[in-house]
Every structure is written in structure tokens, then in C-alpha cells.
């Protein structure tokens, strides 16, 4: 992210221009300087995920508790030494930056393909980081694990870097805490770096814009059109290729070739061409072809401050708020509620549906081999329905005109073109068109049951209310999604099932410690797709919360309370090599007689809906091989155990039929999916 190659040009070729730093003094000398405003960094969340999940095993679903026991010591460290932190998450994905968030997506689907490569070559994680992968859902749950710590957290509702430079620079914050160049261009306060960091020490490298500019020549006006030559998310690089290779050609003419010379070369053309007296604007003396000149306006427009200009440019292209392009369909008290819940990080899923009618889903740990379990965003795509069906109208208007949400999701085989247009259905149960303003603003007890009513009628259990009533809402979460997710995909075995629930009810009374000292034996490919596709559903579980009006306290429906990702893989082992139940509730009665009830009630659903569920064991191999370590120490050997092939994780051959069509494609190996989501095209 940020800025071409100026994150290498700091380090190696300008290094005066990484300063180490210690935080502790750091915020001395600005309380000192400021004493009304408390020692504040501005925490660009986004960028801090992959130093967070520090957890050994990520691929099996996420360690959730272990997780929320690293953010309390990240908070605790910085809390020490007088440091108050506000945490940013990008809440939207500006349009102009799509085709940049699209690059990636696909390019982390190849690397979440070698990942479930390497499982089946092995049976095991992969150890290198260079193919790691984040649990699925990790952003959306930090920010409300986070809020849950006590922390000021915020969703921005526009581009996310923009946001924390405004919000650091207005505040008078002492730094911005990130991974991104962005920072480095912006005229905003020190940009200290995560990847730096060392908690024990309190340490990390302040990456200055002032000495960066003393040695490139440059002001730091100069600096966001040295960004936008050498490309970044909204200027591409191909854009600038021929002003590059002006500056390139003329620099190299004069200076033998240097490490960082593209840059040198770069920042020496934006001062050859400097406006050469006031007025005049300096991007007329370039002389650019109509793209180029766009791109660069807007690309240096995209780094103005409010109250900041620029001599490179004569406008501002960019709005201070983005504009509602549902306004003609959504109350005003309701798009205003919805921002406030965004900006506060307290919903999920419902601005971007109220306000843009687009929305994104990022990669999810998905094989794109898997036959029986379809990816996550097929699904639910009738879960995203009725919630869409909630917020917006149903029916067409007078014109015939019928409303539809664009949706970018990221699944093996979509290319991601174009967004899938989603059109809103009704709820089953409940009739007529859904009252928002009584299930978001009313407090009277009615209204609170309709809401609950209202949820459930969203994962089909509408029916079922007066018996979920003897459960807590964590409970209620795991009923709904592994219900839904048996009778949607009619693949789901007791073996599954009984996996599923005997985690959820074991990880309730389980400290983050001991859930930190579970190890398996080997990873199966199917089970990780089944943890990736519960932690997901999950996300559209407090989406859907978030819509009805918060029948159920959001923190009760976070995967922390009811999932995690090593122990439901050892549940998943053991009941499929044959384990009892009472083996797999460890021997305790009390779990034993709440798994059975969970159970029954699932079991009886899924009757209800002709789906029925059997035993399928899959495995009986791995029943007593010594559990191993997810991460080996060097100098320690490792058991000998059988690695599965694809054989040992096939079904049935009745039980083998997939859920989708495939188009074999004509020059590769690997199978591509064809077009199978109904209306899916524009």
C-alpha cells in the first residue's frame, strides 16, 4: 500500500530519514508542549491486523481468545507510558481505488489457493510467512473486540487514510501509527511505524517528511505530486510511465544509475518544473495529455487536508463527505442513524447497504477444489437478501423500476469484473414491508420481540422461538448458523454437526491459555473450509443484528464467546475417527447435557426443512496419533504420521455431488467456475 517503492527509497537510500524513536519520551515531550491535550496516537487499524494475529495457527479459523488477549497487552503497553491510542478502520472502499483493492483480492486468492496446496501435499499449515493468511473476518471483529477493551474506535466513510491524517492533525495527536507512505505525504503529524514497533522497549522509527524533503530538494507541497509520478492506489503507475521516463532519461544523463535513482529523478523533475512565478499553477508547465493531468489533480487533491491547497493545483476535486446515492430511498432519520453507528464502529454492514447500495466481502480461506461446501458468498447470498430486503423496498416502484445492491465478493472463480447486482427479498414469516423506524428507535417490549422475530426469520428459525428462549445468545448464534448452513448446503454430517456444537459449548469455559495449548494432529482441508465458513457467517450474523436494531447485545455474537478455530479442528478430527459424545464434551456432564439439548433442537429443525442429517464419518486413522506442534522448534522432530491424500478426505461416491456447475478451462489444469449465481449479471 501507499506510494511505489518510497517505503525501499527511505530505508535504504535515505536512511537519515527513519528516525528511532522512544515512544515514552516521545509522549513526555508532547504532553509537555501541549499540556491540555493527552499524549494521542491515531491508530490506523487496518494496517496493524497482521502484527495483532500473532496466534500460531491462523488457517484453522482464528484463536479469537488468544487474539483478544494480544490487543489487551498492545493496549496495556501503550497505557503505560501515558499513551492514548483511537483505532481507524476502513469502512468503504472508494470507487477510485477499486480497481487497486480488486489487484490484491485475486492476488491473495492464489496465495489461499498454495495454502490449501499445501495442506493436502501435507496435512499441515504451511510455516513460511510468506504464505499467510489472516483469519477470515479479522477486521470486521477487531474493531468490535477492540470497542469491547474500552477503546475509541472509528469506521471511516471515506478513505480510511484520509480520515486518520485529518482526524490526527485536527486532534493535535503526537503520531499515526501505521504501515502505509500515505502518511509520508500527507502534511499532517509524525508517521511512526507498526512493523518497527517493539512493545518490550516501547521503540519504533518515526518516518520523516521533513528530511525527506531536505534531501530530495522538495517542500512538502511538492510531495503528494512525487507521489502520484511514482504511483500509488489512485494513480497507477503505468499512468505515469511516460513522465517517468522524461525524468529518468534527463537524470541519467547527467548522474551514473544509483539505487533509488527513479526517485531522485523524479523529485529533481518536480523541481525543474516548479511554477516559475505566483499564480501560475505548476501542473500547466508539465505539458500533459488530458489523462495525465486529470489523474494528477485528482491524485494530489486526494492528499489536501481540509483548509489545505496546493501551488500544483487550482481546485479541490474531492467533497468534504461523500454523497448518498440511496437518499430518494431511505428516510433522513435512518441514513442519519446508520452513519452515527458506522462512524462509532457499533453496526456493521448497514451503512454501506443504506447509503452507497454497494458492499465488498475480502478473500475468505476457501478451496476452490471443494465440492460439497459452496463458497461463502453463495452461501449466504439469500442470508444478504432479506437483510437487503429489510433496509430497502421490495417491490418496484411506479416506474417498474426495481432497486438492487452491487456486491464485490471475493470467491475461487469470480474474477471480479463487475459487481454482482443483488435484488432485496422479502422475510418469510413477517408481512408486509418491515417497519425500520419501530425496530431501530421503538423501546416498548413488543417491538424488542419483533426484532428477535425478525432475525430469526432471516436464517429460517422463525418457527423456532419459543425454544431458543432457553438459550443465551451465543448459543442462539451457533443454532442459527450451523441450522442454516446444514439446510442450505444438505451436506452436512453428524460428524460435523457434533463438532460444531461440542466447540461451541467447550470454548465457553475455556481460558484463552488453554485454548492457546491445543494442538491437532493434522489439518484437513474440509475442516478448514467449515471453520472459514462459520467465522464468516458470523460477520453476517451481526449484520443482520444490526439491521433487526440489536435484538441481541453484539458482544454475546463474537466468535471469542463461541468458536475457536483449533479446537473445533480437534472436535472435527475426533468426531469424525468415531469419538462418543461424551469424549468429545471431555468427560463433563454438565457440557454433555447442554450439547445434547443444542442438538436436538438443530436436529429437529433440519427435519423440519427435509433436511435430515446422517453419519458420514470420513476418517478413523487419526483417532490416536500424539497431537504435534502448529509451528516446529528448530532442532525438534516432528512425529511420523500418515499424510492425507485426496482419497482420504472424498465422500461417499452418493455422497459426491457438487453444488455448482464448472467450466473446464481450455489451457490450464485446474477447473474455473462458470456464472452460477441467479440474476447475478447486469
Not at 432479506?386 to 465478493?409: A, C, M, N
Request: a neutral charge; proline letters at 6%; one cysteine or more.
Amino acid at each position: 500500500m501507499g506510494v511505489k517503492g518510497l517505503q525501499y527509497f527511505m530505508e535504504v537510500c535515505c536512511p537519515d530519514s527513519c528516525v528511532p524513536v522512544d515512544l515514552k519520551q516521545m509522549a513526555g515531550n508532547h504532553s509537555k508542549a501541549h499540556p491540555d491535550s493527552p499524549a494521542t496516537l491515531v491508530v490506523d487499524a487496518m494496517a496493524c491486523l497482521r502484527y495483532w494475529y500473532r496466534c500460531p495457527a491462523w488457517v484453522h479459523g482464528g484463536q479469537w481468545k488468544e487474539y483478544i488477549n494480544i490487543l489487551q497487552e498492545f493496549i496495556n503497553a501503550f497505557t503505560a507510558v501515558g499513551i492514548r491510542l483511537i483505532f481507524f478502520f476502513d469502512g468503504t472502499v472508494e470507487e477510485q481505488k477499486r480497481s487497486e483493492w480488486i489487484k490484491r483480492r485475486l492476488r491473495v486468492n492464489q496465495d489461499i489457493a498454495k495454502v490449501f496446496q499445501h495442506i493436502k501435499t501435507h496435512g499441515q499449515q504451511p510455516n513460511s510467512r510468506n504464505l499467510f493468511c489472516l483469519p477470515s473476518g479479522l477486521a470486521t471483529f477487531s474493531r468490535f473486540a477492540l470497542k469491547g477493551l474500552g477503546q475509541e474506535t472509528f469506521c471511516s466513510v471515506r478513505e480510511g487514510d484520509y480520515e486518520v491524517a485529518d482526524y490526527a492533525l485536527s486532534h493535535n495527536c503526537m503520531g499515526i501509527l501505521g504501515q502505509d507512505t500515505d502518511f509520508v505525504i500527507y502534511n499532517t503529524v509524525p508517521y511512526l511505524s507498526i512493523s518497527k514497533l517493539h512493545l518490550s522497549s516501547m521503540t519504533t522509527v518515526l518516518f520523516s517528511r521533513e528530511k525527506l524533503c531536505r534531501v530530495l530538494k522538495l517542500h512538502v507541497y511538492d510531495l503528494p505530486l512525487l507521489s502520484c509520478l511514482l504511483g500509488n492506489d489512485v494513480v497507477h503507475e503505468q499512468q505515469m510511465q511516460r513522465l517517468r521516463n522524461i525524468a529518468l532519461d534527463s537524470y541519467r544523463k547527467r548522474y551514473k544509475e544509483v539505487q533509488g535513482d527513479k526517485v531522485y529523478a523524479v523529485a529533481e523533475f518536480i523541481n525543474f518544473n516548479k511554477p516559475s512565478c505566483e499564480g501560475t499553477v505548476g501542473l500547466s508547465q508539465l505539458s500533459l495529455v488530458n489523462a495525465e493531468e486529470e489523474a494528477l489533480e485528482r491524485g494530489i487533491c486526494m492528499y489536501l487536508l481540509p483548509g489545505q491547497t496546493s501551488p500544483w493545483v487550482t481546485r479541490s476535486v474531492w467533497s468534504s463527505e461523500p454523497t448518498c446515492a440511496m437518499s430518494e430511498l431511505v428516510a433522513g432519520d435512518i441514513l442519519e442513524a446508520a452513519v452515527k453507528q458506522h462512524r462509532r464502529a457499533k453496526s456493521f454492514f448497514i451503512y454501506n447497504v443504506l447509503y452507497d447500495g454497494v458492499v465488498e466481502c475480502s478473500n475468505t480461506l476457501e478451496d476452490e477444489d471443494e465440492m460439497e461446501i459452496p463458497p461463502q458468498a453463495i452461501l449466504y447470498l439469500p442470508v444478504r437478501e432479506r437483510i437487503y430486503g429489510i433496509l430497502l423496498p421490495t417491490q418496484p416502484d411506479g416506474s417498474g423500476h426495481t432497486v438492487s445492491v452491487k456486491e464485490w465478493f471475493v470467491f475461487p472463480g469470480n474474477q471480479l469484473k463487475e459487481p454482482t447486482r443483488v435484488t432485496p427479498k422479502p422475510l418469510c414469516h413477517l408481512k408486509g414491508p418491515v417497519d425500520l423506524r419501530s425496530l431501530w428507535f421503538k423501546t416498548d417490549p413488543e417491538v424488542k420481540t419483533i426484532r428477535t422475530s425478525t432475525l430469526l426469520d432471516i436464517f429460517d428459525l422463525y418457527e423456532f422461538a419459543e425454544e431458543l428462549k432457553h438459550f443465551d445468545s451465543s448459543l442462539i448464534a451457533v443454532i442459527c448458523l450451523v441450522t442454516y448452513i446444514a439446510i442450505q448446503t444438505r451436506q452436512l454430517s453428524l460428524e460435523d454437526l457434533d463438532a460444531y456444537l461440542s466447540q461451541a459449548v467447550c470454548v465457553r469455559f475455556k481460558s484463552f491459555r488453554e485454548t492457546q495449548q491445543l494442538r491437532t494432529p493434522v489439518v484437513d482441508p474440509r475442516a478448514v473450509q467449515l471453520g472459514s465458513v462459520f467465522v464468516r457467517g458470523l460477520t453476517y450474523l451481526i449484520a443482520a443484528n444490526s439491521a433487526c436494531g440489536f435484538p441481541f447485545p453484539m458482544d454475546e455474537l463474537m466468535p471469542w464467546k463461541c468458536f475457536d478455530g483449533l479446537l473445533f479442528h480437534s472436535k472435527y478430527l475426533q468426531a469424525h475417527s468415531g469419538a462418543s459424545s461424551e469424549e468429545l464434551l471431555e468427560g463433563n456432564s454438565s457440557w454433555m447435557s447442554l450439547f445434547q439439548s443444542v442438538r436436538e433442537l438443530v436436529l429437529e429443525v433440519c427435519r423440519k426443512h427435509n433436511s435430515p442429517i446422517h453419519s458420514r464419518p470420513r476418517r478413523r486413522q487419526y483417532r490416536d496419533v500424539w497431537p504435534v506442534e502448529v509451528d516446529d522448534e528448530p532442532g525438534e522432530r516432528r512425529p511420523q504420521i500418515h499424510h492425507p491424500t485426496r482419497q482420504d478426505f472424498r465422500a461417499p461416491a452418493h455422497h459426491q455431488q457438487d453444488y455448482r456447475p464448472r467450466a473446464r478451462h481450455p489451457k490450464r489444469g485446474r477447473y474455473h467456475l462458470a456464472p452460477r449465481w441467479t440474476n447475478s449479471q447486469n
